[in-house]
C-alpha cells in the first residue's frame, strides 16, 4: 500500500500549505502542499525539536512561519494522566486547565484555553476536520465563564498518533473559533499490529482509584487500505479533599446557636459533610479510522468516534441549621434528622463522524468531505427535595409532593460541515489553494421533569424549565483562497483570504499573512499577521436558565439568565450579539546549531473586540422612578444575568521551546528540554460596553469577579523543565511543571483584597521498562512531592492593607477581618485549599499510575 503522510489530511478545512507546514517545510513548497507526496519520519525530525520531557518526539517546529507543537501519542501516555486535556497540560505550556471545586454540570467537561484566550476561542480538529463544541455552557463562577469548547477529554489516548497545537491566530484558514489556536488531533494508521494497554491509578490519600482497559488494532484492507480501530473503557473514583468548616462562620451565615446547634455537628462532621474534589467517573470510548485507494489518484477515507460518560458528584451538604427538615422525605422514620447532601449525575455522549474522498481534478488535488457530530448531556439530582413543591403540598395548596429524586433535563448540540478544497503547483516556486465550506448547527435545551422546576426547583440544582426549553438552527457559509510563494530558498510568503456568512448575525472577512527567513542554515525568523473572528455560539444566543416565582403584590416574576434574544433582554437595551473580531501579530525566530539543539522564541499579540461575557447580575436600584426599575417592573424581572459583548481585550506573551538530546549520560542518552509561556498582558482594553439604561443606573456588566476570571485566573507564566535518559530497555523520565500566580476576586470579598495563589512547581517522575520486546511496564508518580494549591490575601490599597492588619472582633461572627474574608471566599472552610473559585492546578496531590502495555 502506498502510504502518504497523514498530516495531508488537513487538506480538508484549511489552507493545504499553511498545514502541511507543519510537517514538511524544509522540502520544497511544491512538496510541502502536494496531497500525495512522500514525507518519511525522519525528514519530520530534522526539522523539529524535541518534546518537553520526552525523548526523541516531534515539537515545535524550527523553520515554519508560525509556532506549531507536536507531541506524540508515547509522550501523551508517558504523562500517567487520566484524560487527554490534563495530559496535554504538562506538556503544553500555554495550554491550562483543571478540574473546577464545583461539581456540577462542569465536571463533565472541564474549561481549558491556550493563551489565557478562554475555550470558545481554541478550535479543535480530528485528521484536519473541525470537531463539534460541546453543548454545555459555563456559568459557574470559574474560569471559562460564558463559554464551551469541544470535548477533547472524550477521544481515547491510544487511537492518536499525534496532536499538532498551531499556536496562532487561524480563522482565516479555518473559520469561526481559531483565535487563539488550533489543536489538530491526528489518528493511528497504521494497516497491521496493535496493542493492549492496563492502566491503574490511586491518589496518596487512598481515593480516586482508576481502572481502564483500551485495545487498539489495525486491519489491512488488501495492500490498498486500512482500518484502524480503538476501544476503550476507565472508571475512576470519587476523591474528596474537604477543608476544616469554621463553626464561628456557620453561626453567623445562618443564624444558628454556635452552643447547641453548630458545635454539635461539626463535632461529628469536621468538614461539615462537604465533598470536594474529583466526582467518579465512568467513561467507555470508541474510535476508528480508514483509508483505502480506489486507484493512484483517487482514495476514499472516513473517520468515526462515540463516547458515553457518566460522572457522580455532590453539592453542598444541607447541615440540619442550614436546612432545619427534610420532610421526612430523606431519612427513616425513628433516627435523628443530621441533614443531607444531595448528588448530582451527569451523563454525556459525544460523537462525531467523517467521511470523504480525494482525488485529482485535472492538475488540482481536490478533497470533499462530510462530517456528522453532536454533544448531548443529562442531568439528574438525587437524595434532595423541591422544598416550595413539599410545602404547597403540606399546605393542601398542589396535590403532589416532592420527589426525591429529579430529571433536570440536559443540553443537545450537533452539527453538519461539508467541506471542498483544492490545491495545485501553480509555478516552480507558486502553489495556490481554494476550498469551501457549509456548516449547518442545531442547539436545544431540553426541559427537567415538574418536580426539579416547580417554584425555586430541586435544592441544589434547578432543572430546565419547558419555557426556557426549545431547539434553535443556523447556517453559515465559508469560502477560502489563498497562496504561497517560494521568493527565494530562504524567504517564504503564504497569504490567504477568507468570507463567512451566517444566516443569524451577518458576515465576516478575514485574512492572514505569514512569513519565514532563513537568515542561516541555523537560525529562522518568522511572523505572522492576521484578523479573525469568533461566531456567537448558539447556547450563547439562547441559552435561558430563569426562574419563575411568585412575589407578594407583584404576581410571577423572573430572575437567573435571560436569552440574548428574549423581551427581557429588549426590555434592559441588551444590544443582539454580534462576532468578535481580532487582530493576531505572532513574531519568533528557530535556531538549531546542530542537529541535537534546537530553540524557538515567539511573541504574540491578540486583540480581541466585542468580546462575549456572561454579565453581572443586574438588579432594580430601588428607586422606582428609576428607568432601569420601571423596565424591570414592567417585564416582571427580579434580577438578570445575560450574554452581552462586553469589552475589547489585549494579550500579550511570549512562547518559548528549547531542546538538547542524544547528551551520554552513566552509559546511556538523555534529553533535556525546556518550555514555557509567559504573559506580558491580559487585560482589558479601554472602557466596558455597558447597555445604556444599566449604565445611567450605576451598574455595569462586568465586575470585578468576571474580569478576574477571564484575565487572571490562570498562570501569569508556565514552564516546564524535563530529563530523559533512555539505557538499554529503561526509560527514565523527570519533569517539573511551574505553575505561575493567579489572582481571583471571589464574589463576596471585600473589593479592596484579591486572592493570590503562590507559584508552585509539580514534579513527575516516570519510568517505562520494556519486560520483552512486546510488553511494556509503565509506572509513574506524578506530583511526588504532594504540593497543593496555596493562597493568601493581597491588599490592593491601603484600606486593604489596613483590613488586613486589623484585630477588631466582627460582632456578628466573633472573628478579625482576615478571618471573615476567608470564610467568604472558601464557603466557611469548605472549599480551604482553592477557594470557591478554583486554582491554578489540582487540589488531589501526590497520585501514583501504572500501565502494561502488550504489543502484537
Do not use: C
Not at 208 to 226: E, I, T
Not at 407 to 424: E, I, T, Y
Not at 551 to 577: D, E, M, R, T, Y
Amino acid at each position: 500500500m502506498k502510504k502518504n503522510f497523514p498530516f495531508a489530511a488537513l487538506l480538508l478545512s484549511a489552507s493545504p500549505y499553511v498545514l502541511a507546514q507543519a510537517t514538511a517545510v524544509a522540502q520544497s513548497a511544491a512538496v510541502a502542499q502536494t496531497a500525495a507526496a512522500d514525507v518519511t519520519t525522519d525528514d519530520i525530525q530534522k526539522v523539529v525539536i524535541v518534546s518537553t520531557g520526552s525523548r526523541g518526539s516531534q515539537r515545535t517546529l524550527v523553520d515554519t512561519p508560525v509556532p506549531i507543537d507536536i507531541i506524540g501519542s508515547r509522550d501523551l501516555n508517558k504523562t500517567g494522566q487520566a484524560t487527554l486535556d490534563k495530559s496535554l497540560q504538562f506538556r503544553v505550556p500555554s495550554f491550562n486547565t483543571v478540574q473546577t471545586p464545583v461539581n456540577d454540570a462542569t465536571s463533565l467537561l472541564d474549561p481549558y484555553e491556550i493563551r489565557n484566550m478562554g475555550p470558545s476561542r481554541v478550535l479543535i480538529l480530528i485528521n484536519g476536520k473541525r470537531k463539534n463544541s460541546s453543548a454545555l455552557i459555563y456559568t459557574q463562577t470559574s474560569p471559562g465563564r460564558g463559554e464551551s469548547g469541544a470535548d477533547i477529554s472524550a477521544i481515547p489516548t491510544d487511537a492518536i498518533k499525534r496532536i499538532e497545537v498551531l499556536r496562532d491566530g487561524a480563522s482565516a484558514q479555518y473559520g469561526s473559533d481559531a483565535i487563539a489556536g488550533v489543536v489538530n488531533i491526528i489518528l493511528k494508521d497504521n494497516p497491521d499490529g496493535g496493542s493492549i494497554t492496563a492502566r491503574s491509578g490511586i491518589t496518596h490519600e487512598s481515593d480516586g482509584k482508576m481502572g481502564g482497559l483500551s485495545l487498539n488494532q489495525g486491519l489491512a484492507l488488501g495492500d490498498r487500505g486500512f482500518v484502524n480501530y480503538t476501544v476503550d473503557v476507565s472508571k475512576i473514583n470519587l476523591s474528596n479533599r474537604p477543608g476544616v468548616v469554621s463553626a464561628k462562620g456557620e453561626a453567623g451565615d445562618f443564624g444558628a446557636d454556635l452552643t447547641t446547634q453548630v458545635l454539635p455537628f461539626l463535632a461529628t462532621r469536621p468538614d461539615a459533610g462537604n465533598i470536594n474534589g474529583s466526582p467518579a467517573t465512568r467513561a467507555a470510548k470508541a474510535e476508528v479510522n480508514t483509508r483505502y485507494e480506489l486507484s493512484d489518484t483517487t482514495s476514499i477515507y472516513g473517520n468515526a468516534a462515540y463516547i458515553n460518560k457518566k460522572i457522580n458528584s455532590f453539592a453542598n451538604y444541607r447541615t440540619p441549621y442550614w436546612r432545619p427538615t427534610d420532610y421526612g422525605l430523606l431519612h427513616a422514620t425513628g433516627t435523628p434528622y443530621v441533614g443531607y447532601v444531595p448528588t448530582f449525575v451527569g451523563t454525556l455522549d459525544d460523537y462525531n463522524a467523517t467521511g470523504g474522498t480525494k482525488f485529482l481534478l485535472g492538475d488540482w488535488n481536490a478533497d470533499l468531505s462530510l462530517t456528522y457530530g453532536g454533544n448531548k448531556q443529562g442531568y439528574a439530582v438525587g437524595n434532595s427535595v423541591n422544598r416550595g413543591m413539599q410545602q404547597d403540598y403540606l399546605a393542601h395548596v398542589i396535590s403532589t409532593p416532592s420527589p426525591t429524586s429529579f430529571d433536570a433535563g440536559g443540553v443537545k448540540f450537533s452539527h453538519w460541515v461539508l467541506n471542498g478544497d483544492v490545491s495545485r503547483q501553480w509555478s516552480k516556486d507558486v502553489s495556490v489553494y481554494a476550498g469551501t465550506e457549509l456548516r449547518h448547527e442545531n442547539y436545544e435545551t431540553l426541559a427537567g421533569d415538574l418536580g426539579s422546576t416547580y417554584g425555586s426547583g430541586a435544592d441544589s440544582y434547578a432543572g430546565n424549565s419547558v419555557q426556557n426549553s426549545f431547539p434553535s438552527s443556523r447556517s453559515n457559509y465559508g469560502a477560502y483562497a489563498g497562496a504561497t510563494w517560494d521568493i527565494s530558498p530562504a524567504l517564504l510568503v503564504d497569504a490567504t483570504g477568507r468570507y463567512e456568512k451566517y444566516t443569524d448575525f451577518g458576515s465576516a472577512f478575514v485574512w492572514k499573512t505569514s512569513t519565514r527567513y532563513k537568515v542561516t542554515d541555523q537560525l529562522t525568523l518568522r511572523g505572522s499577521a492576521s484578523t479573525g473572528f469568533r461566531a456567537p455560539s448558539l447556547a450563547q444566543i439562547y441559552t435561558q436558565k430563569a426562574q419563575y416565582s411568585f412575589v407578594a403584590g407583584g404576581g410571577i416574576q423572573v430572575s437567573g439568565l435571560v436569552n440574548n434574544v428574549s423581551s427581557a433582554a429588549a426590555a434592559l437595551q441588551v444590544p443582539k450579539l454580534k462576532a468578535e473580531k481580532s487582530n493576531n501579530i505572532t513574531l519568533g525566530l528557530g535556531f538549531k546549531p546542530d542537529s541535537n539543539t534546537s530553540l524557538t522564541l515567539d511573541y504574540y499579540s491578540i486583540k480581541v473586540k466585542d468580546r462575549i461575557v456572561l454579565s453581572t447580575e443586574i438588579t432594580p436600584t430601588g428607586v422606582a422612578t428609576n428607568p432601569l426599575d420601571v423596565q424591570l417592573n414592567k417585564a416582571g424581572i427580579v434580577s438578570a444575568s445575560f450574554f452581552v459583548n462586553a469589552l475589547t481585550s489585549r494579550t500579550e506573551g511570549i512562547d518559548y521551546v528549547a531542546s538538547r538530546k542524544n547528551i551520554d549520560f552513566a552509559d546511556g542518552k538523555m534529553t533535556l528540554n525546556l518550555s514555557g509561556n509567559y504573559s506580558l498582558k491580559n487585560e482589558r482594553d479601554g472602557a466596558v460596553n455597558n447597555p445604556g439604561l444599566i449604565a445611567a443606573a450605576g451598574q455595569s456588566v462586568l465586575n470585578a469577579t468576571t474580569e478576574a476570571l477571564m484575565f487572571t485566573s490562570r498562570p501569569k507564566f508556565k514552564t516546564i523543565f524535563g530529563a530523559d535518559w533512555d539505557y538499554k530497555q529503561l526509560n527514565l523520565s523527570l519533569n517539573n511543571t511551574v505553575f505561575g500566580p493567579t489572582h481571583f476576586r471571589n464574589a463576596g470579598m471585600d473589593n479592596n483584597l484579591e486572592v493570590a495563589f503562590k507559584t508552585k512547581t509539580v514534579t513527575d517522575f516516570g519510568m517505562n521498562y520494556a519486560l520483552t520486546p512486546s510488553t511494556t511496564l509503565s509506572f509513574n508518580i506524578n506530583n511526588m512531592f504532594n504540593v497543593t494549591p496555596s493562597w493568601h490575601f493581597n491588599a490592593r490599597n491601603a484600606q486593604g492593607q489596613a483590613l488586613l492588619d486589623s484585630k477588631t472582633i466582627d460582632p456578628a461572627y466573633g472573628l478579625t477581618p482576615v478571618e471573615v474574608q476567608r470564610n467568604l471566599v472558601t464557603f466557611n472552610g469548605r472549599y480551604a485549599m482553592v477557594t470557591y473559585d478554583g486554582s491554578q492546578f489540582s487540589q488531589l496531590g501526590r497520585t501514583f499510575a501504572a500501565s502494561v502495555n502488550y504489543r502484537f
